[in-house]
T-cell receptor
Framework: GIQVEQSPPDLILQEGANSTLRCNFS?????LQWFHQNPWGQLINLFY???GTKQNGRLSATTVATERYSLLYISSSQTTDSGVYFC??????????????FGTGTRLLVSP | EAQVTQNPRYLITVTGKKLTVTCSQN?????MSWYRQDPGLGLRQIYY???????DKGDVPEGYKVSRKEKRNFPLILESPSPNQTSLYFC????????????FGSGTRLTVV
């Protein structure tokens, strides 16, 4: 089945800094999503982005499906951005179509 | 507000005492699923449902049951919980046709002692 790798695994930032998180996937995907898991464990849907670029406030994401990667940009980071960021995707029809496969996550700590 | 609602948020129980974690969505989604999250193992799918009365096993179904009698509800049942089912559980739903992605509930942190 599809495999999803994320980098970096850990990231420490000073408040106000910018960062880029990367997600590589092993096969053609659909339903590529980025999630933020906050310190209380909640999974917050950030972007549904199977291709192209989207922006939402200080966050933006780009997926280049033909090259099998997606990027999440965080600008002017705030302490509330801390947590774990996951990308996830559903595979193509056939095996793995009915579930999201999650990457291992990037743990972000933003210090004041 | 469009959402997936799980209850309870936190639960401590004893080995062998049957429990149900409820999940309800108000988006008229056909597809619903359950995941568990464990340190070092990530999120793994337990069961999923493509529509009412249609359910199937995910990657880690042992020890769990589900039912889908109504479109909006997808409860997770642990008939005889064991300590290895201590985990953070998530319910998710999706409208397969529109491709808007998955919406997750807030999670249920279960401890079995």
């Amino acid at each position: 089945g599809i495999q999803v790798e994320q980098s970096p695994p850990d990231l420490i930032l000073q408040e106000g800094a910018n960062s880029t998180l990367r997600c590589n996937f092993s096969d053609s995907v659909n339903n590529l999503q980025w999630f933020h898991q906050n310190p209380w464990g909640q999974l917050i849907n950030l972007f549904y982005i199977p291709s192209g670029t989207k922006q939402n406030g200080r966050l933006s994401a780009t997926t280049v499906a033909t090259e099998r990667y997606s990027l999440l940009y965080i600008s002017s980071s705030q302490t509330t951005d801390s947590g774990v960021y996951f990308c996830a995707s559903r595979g193509q029809r056939g095996t793995g179509f009915q579930k999201l496969v999650f990457g291992t996550g990037t743990r972000l700590l933003v210090s004041p | 507000e469009a959402q997936v609602t799980q209850n309870p948020r936190y639960l401590i129980t004893v080995t062998g005492k049957k429990l149900t974690v409820t999940c309800s969505q108000n988006m008229n989604h056909e597809y619903m699923s359950w995941y568990r999250q464990d340190p070092g193992l990530g999120l793994r799918q337990i069961y999923y449902s493509m529509n009412v009365e249609v359910t199937d096993k995910g990657d880690v179904p042992e020890g769990y049951k589900v039912s889908r009698k109504e479109k909006r509800n997808f409860p997770l049942i642990l008939e005889s919980p064991s300590p290895n089912q201590t985990s953070l559980y998530f319910c998710a739903s999706s409208d397969r046709g529109r491709g808007y992605g998955y919406t997750f509930g807030s999670g249920t942190r279960l401890t079995v002692v």
